[in-house]
Each structure stands twice: as structure tokens, then as C-alpha cells.
């Protein structure tokens, strides 16, 4: 491919060692399955241990990948090219667990960059589409933690003991949560989510009863636990602390809404939106677009228009100029962060 065009997604879904429900390929008109919980969304990122699963195929059979490193420009335009290289920035994901996800953390980007040689580490956030009553995350520890208690914990495979050490948060359709590397968490079985992160397959688990995984073999990055475990935040995260990364749409009317807070501005950007009877407008740029409900419109400046529905998927690159959305519908943008978004601290 030699100019990047726009892109309506193929399903793009493989096994993993959780349980899935049947709402991805529903939405998606993709295969689905007990064991695909994950659909991965214009990804040039691989599983963890993997050299191609994971990666978005394109329709002349080679990878966004692999496109977007031979044409970066093309695809992502100067400014983010000098800022970021030839890195898309995000990896986009459906989730759609059908039992509760160990509690486990990602590793920050200084500490990936010393230990696992890349620059990114693995800050991540959640948009829930659908939950069902008193559903729950879990979101940082309620109490200060040390380090040779966490160890226990892992070492006596005390599920019970690490499920209760997290704040506990019910959630619902609409909120947008922000979950910082290092920070441990849970999500409950049913939450349906759009997951923003850094383009890593990078998890540490801390327990792992009922999954189909060797934690003590698997659940580390091949460190170890006493190396893993460093790259856990000990610290208590006050019931205050975890409000401060959640948005809510639960009252907003708007054509578009930030579905984050501005902590995420080094990492990735998410809106929704919701054009009516007005059309969106937007500057050139690498987006990737679910629409959740509705039918509408995107027009680009430079690569004409195309039709899009309910539980399509689209990349627009940035080759394609400015662009627009119209129509009834729902559309949840994902964007990496802006070229002069400000630097990440972690």
C-alpha cells in the first residue's frame, strides 16, 4: 500500500486464557467465542511471546504494521513522526470478559524501557459500553501495601486476600476510568469496555485461580517475581484519588465529549461523539473510529466518503486531510496522544 487510505476493520480476535461473552461478535459480526474476550483494533502491536498474533492485516495481506513503518508520514503525519517516530502510540481493544480478570498491573515506561527494552510501558483506560448492576473495578490497593506482603500474597496464591486488598468501584455505561501503570486492578465478569492503552501486551498477574494460565511460570514477563513485583505501586490509592480518574456522561448532551481526564493527555485521547443533525469537523490526523450505535458518514478531504454503522470500525489516516462525521450515531474516537501533548512523568 503505498498511500494510506481509510480502513473499515475486519474482526480481529484470537483465544486468550479468560472467558468471553458473546457481545464483541455480536457488535462486531465477528466470529466471537468462549475463549475470545479481546478483540484488538488497528493494532501494529503484538501478544506478549508472539511475532504476528495480534496485528491488524491489511486487505493487499501485509500488516498495518508494516505499512505504517515503510509510509509513517502517510499515515501519521510530520508532526507526530518527529515527536513519536514511526509508533502509532495506542493499541485499541474490545473487552468483553465473561468472568472476573485477575487482579494483576502493567509496568510504566521507565522500568519497561530498563527491563524489557521498549519505550513503552503500559498506562491503560477503560470506556464502558454496557454493565450490568453493581458491577465493579478494582482500582489500586485501599491500604498501604509492602512489598513482602504483596509477596506473600503471590507466593500463597491468596486469591481471596488480593481481590480484597483493591478499592472497589461499581461502574456503569457512560464512565470513562484512566488506570495508571503500576497500579494494580480487577474488572468484574460482564463490563463491557472500550480499552485505550500503550501499543504493549505487557501484564503482570498477582493471583490467577480459575484461569487458564501458569501464573508461576507465565504471569511475570519472563522477570521473575521479584523483579516484577517492583514495578507494582504500593501505595494506597484514596477513594478520592481513584474519582479523579473517572469521567462520566451520564449528564452530557454534547456533539462530542472527552471521555477522559487530562491525566491521560501524554498517552492517548478518547471522545464520543454524537453529530445529530450537525457534522463533526476534524484537523488530519491518525483516529480509529467504533461506532455503537446508528448510521452516518465520514468525509474526508482527500479520500472521498464512506458509510458507517453500527459496529463498524474504521482507521482514518492521516494521508486522508481534514475529515468529517455526520448522521444519527455513536462513535467513540481513539487518538494517540496530540504531537504537542505534554510529556509523561512515568
Not at 515506561?109 to 459500553?129: C, D, M, S
Not at 505501586?233 to 478520592?240: G, I, P, Q, W
Not at 480509529?288 to 479520500?303: D, N, R, V
Request: aromatic share 8%.
Amino acid at each position: 500500500m503505498l498511500v494510506a487510505q481509510p480502513i473499515k476493520l475486519p474482526a480481529n480476535q484470537f483465544d486468550h486464557f479468560y472467558k468471553g461473552g458473546n457481545r464483541i461478535g455480536k457488535l462486531r459480526n465477528g466470529p466471537g467465542g468462549p475463549m475470545r474476550p479481546e478483540e484488538w483494533l488497528g493494532s501494529t502491536t503484538t501478544r506478549f511471546g508472539s511475532t504476528n498474533q495480534g496485528l491488524t492485516l491489511l486487505e493487499d495481506g501485509t500488516t498495518l504494521k508494516e505499512s505504517v513503518s515503510t509510509n509513517p508520514e502517510s499515515w501519521l503525519g510530520k508532526a507526530h513522526v518527529n515527536r513519536f517516530g514511526a509508533s502509532i502510540e495506542i493499541l485499541v481493544k474490545l473487552l468483553d470478559p465473561d468472568q472476573r480478570l485477575p487482579v494483576h498491573y502493567h509496568p510504566k515506561r521507565n522500568f519497561a524501557k530498563q527491563h524489557l527494552g521498549v519505550p513503552h510501558g503500559k498506562t491503560e483506560a477503560w470506556i464502558v459500553l454496557e454493565a450490568p448492576k453493581d458491577a465493579w473495578v478494582g482500582i489500586g490497593f485501599e491500604s498501604n501495601m509492602t512489598m513482602s506482603n504483596v509477596k506473600n500474597m503471590v507466593e500463597k496464591e491468596d486469591t481471596k486476600g488480593l481481590i480484597n486488598s483493591l478499592n472497589k468501584r461499581t461502574v456503569k455505561a457512560g464512565e470513562g476510568i484512566l488506570v495508571p501503570a503500576g497500579i494494580p486492578h480487577a474488572i468484574a465478569e460482564g463490563i463491557f469496555i472500550l480499552e485505550l492503552q500503550e501499543p504493549t501486551d505487557f501484564s503482570i498477574l498477582l493471583e490467577w485461580e480459575g484461569f487458564a494460565v501458569d501464573g508461576l511460570k507465565d504471569g511475570h514477563l519472563n522477570l521473575g517475581f521479584d523483579l516484577a513485583l517492583q514495578a507494582l505501586n504500593l501505595d494506597a490509592l484514596k477513594s478520592e484519588d481513584v474519582e479523579k480518574l473517572v469521567v462520566s456522561t451520564e449528564n452530557d448532551s454534547s456533539l462530542m465529549t472527552s471521555m477522559l481526564p487530562v491525566q491521560a493527555e501524554p498517552y492517548f485521547r478518547s471522545h464520543l461523539l454524537r453529530p445529530k443533525n450537525a457534522s463533526l469537523e476534524f484537523a488530519p490526523g491518525f483516529s480509529i473510529l467504533l461506532a455503537t450505535q446508528g448510521k452516518g458518514q465520514i468525509k474526508t478531504e482527500k479520500q472521498g466518503n464512506f458509510a458507517i454503522d453500527k459496529g463498524d470500525a474504521f482507521i482514518i489516516p492521516f494521508e486522508s486531510g481534514s475529515w468529517s462525521l455526520t448522521g444519527n450515531i455513536e462513535v467513540l474516537l481513539s487518538r494517540p496522544p496530540a504531537p504537542d501533548a505534554p510529556m509523561s512523568s512515568l
